[in-house]
């Protein structure tokens, strides 16, 4: 079976550019994250998908990041313009749901660069 | 909100015992996590607590009191692989897990 698949895994931009990552969840999973993490911290929710809806955003800035889940299932999240403190890396995540632990499963990232 | 508390580093030997702990304040308690995530990559599940007591799986083992807010994940005979930092997320009433700052263990010879 297919894990979280993220793209790209390396950005470098400088700022004031914008930048998307992707991501695909685990086939059948309807709950979808995007954390961002920093270094030598842990990650920090950004937005929550239930299906398309976010069922929780209240931790993602929205005046420059945006995200969409449109048809349930893949999920791009976008920062425009980007600053110079929005290196990291964005780390999406997937759930089946409310039926099992709730454990979450995690792709391997996405590290933004921003000069 | 959510605060949750571990240390920042441990070290230990291979082949010893380690315990790492967690502390944690929530509005609301619906499970506790562990994941394992060593450098450059993706956080990987450990265990999860959501009833008081002893959780074992092979090496690993995790603890959790919600009367004291307090979990613990032991880690028996220690291999270098297991050099990797250590992840306690603690879920609340909306199913959101809320991620402590991580505990980098060292293992060395």
Redesign the interface.
């Known amino acids: 079976e297919a894990g ?1 698949v993220q793209s790209p895994r390396y950005k470098i931009i400088e700022k004031k550019q914008p930048v998307a990552f992707w991501c695909n969840p685990i086939s059948g999973h309807n709950t979808l994250y995007w ?1 961002l993490q920093n270094l ?6 950004l937005i ?1 998908y239930e299906n398309e809806e976010a069922v ?1 955003d209240s931790q993602l800035p929205k005046d420059r990041f945006s995200a969409e889940r449109l048809k349930g299932v893949d999920s791009t999240l976008k920062i425009q313009p980007a600053e110079l403190g929005d290196s990291a890396v964005y ?1 999406c995540a997937s759930s089946p749901g ?1 039926t099992n ?9 996405s590290r933004l660069t921003v000069l | 909100g959510q605060n ?1 508390d571990q240390p ?1 580093e441990m070290t230990a030997t291979e082949g010893a015992i380690v315990q790492i702990n967690c502390t944690y304040q929530t509005s609301g308690f619906n ?1 506790l ?1 562990w ?1 394992q995530q060593h450098a450059g ?5 450990l265990s ?1 607590n ?1 009833l008081d007591g002893l959780e074992e799986k092979g090496r690993f083992s995790s603890f959790l009191s919600r009367s004291k807010g307090y979990s613990y994940l032991l880690l028996k005979e220690l291999q270098m692989k297991d050099s990797a930092s250590y ?1 306690c ?1 603690v ?1 609340d009433w ?9 505990t ?1 263990l060292i293992v060395h010879p």
């Open positions: 979280v954390y030598g911290q842990g990650p920090e929710l929550r929780d780390l409310l632990t709730g454990e979450l499963f995690f792709g391997e990232g | 949750i920042t499970g996590f994941y990559e993706a956080p990987t599940f999860y959501v992840l997320a879920r909306g199913d959101i897990p809320t991620f402590g700052r991580g980098s």
